[in-house]
């Protein structure tokens, strides 16, 4: 068996590392969409 797992444990974490950031921009868009809103709404 070749060293397969340092390579699974380094794309793991890519993936964690692109999903925090893909989730740090969807929640920084729903807040600004939020501000957005109660600004223009009232």
Avoid: D
Avoid at 13 to 35: D, M, P, Y
């Amino acid at each position: 068996m070749p060293p397969v797992p340092e390579r699974f444990v380094i794309s793991l974490l890519g993936q964690s590392a692109l999903l925090r950031a893909g989730g740090a921009v969807i929640v920084t868009a729903l807040l600004w969409l939020a501000i957005h809103w109660a600004i223009l709404l009232p």
